[in-house]
Each structure stands twice: as C-alpha cells, then as structure tokens.
C-alpha cells in the first residue's frame, strides 16, 4: 500500500511539473525572443549589422557577392536590388562597363571613393 502510494505521489509531482513547464513555455519563459525583447534599440541595431555582415561575409566566400564597394553594400544582399538570394555582382558589371546595372549603393559608394574594382580603371563613372 506504501509503495502504491508513493507512486501515485509520483505521478501527481511529475504531472505538476510538466504543467509549470507547460505553463511558463506558453507565457515564454523559456522563450528564445526574451533576449531580443530586453534589448534596446541600439543593441538590437549591433547585433542585426553583425549578422548581416557575417552573413555577406560567407557570401563573399562561396563566390556569390562581389560588391565592388568597401564595406559591402547591404542592398542587393536583403534583395533590394537585380541580385536574388544574398548575392551581388556589381564588381562583375563595372568590369563589363554595365555601370546601369549597379547598384545605387555602389554607386553612391563609387562616387565617395569606396570603390575597390578587380579593375580599378572602371571605377569612375
């Protein structure tokens, strides 16, 4: 009878703490956005540069963004641009002379001096 009741003790104990645990996930409490949401603007702003200059940096290494501006334009990456899927090859059209096919950001880049073609000579528009 000792042993029957401490298992249903057991049972009632793991019910309870499944509970609070199902309980506190739906409240979020173990949720993953608590520390986006306890971050200020400014911080939010670091955190989201970094990764989107971390994400055009693996870009660059598979060969699939050739910005012809240093930093790299952010636009044809998020897909503001002709360029699809985080990819840009503006430095592929200045070396073609395609200088309409460049992005305002890189143009804007060029005009300030940013520019580092593979083919310097075409850096001026």
Do not use: H
Request: with cysteine.
């Amino acid at each position: 009878m000792v042993i029957k009741m401490k298992k249903i003790w057991l049972v009632w104990v793991l019910i309870v703490v499944l509970m609070i645990f199902i309980f506190a996930k739906g409240f979020g409490v173990f949720d993953s956005n608590i520390t986006f949401q306890k971050e200020d603007f400014e911080q939010k702003r670091v955190r989201v540069l970094n990764e989107l200059s971390l994400a055009i940096e693996e870009a660059k290494a598979q060969g699939k963004y050739k910005c012809c501006i240093e930093p790299p334009c952010t636009m044809c990456y998020l897909g503001n641009w002709i360029w699809k899927d985080g990819s840009c090859y503006c430095d592929d059209m200045i070396i073609k002379g395609e200088f309409d096919k460049v992005c305002p950001e890189c143009k804007r880049g060029i005009e300030e001096g940013k520019c580092k073609s593979t083919d310097e000579t075409r850096c001026k528009t």
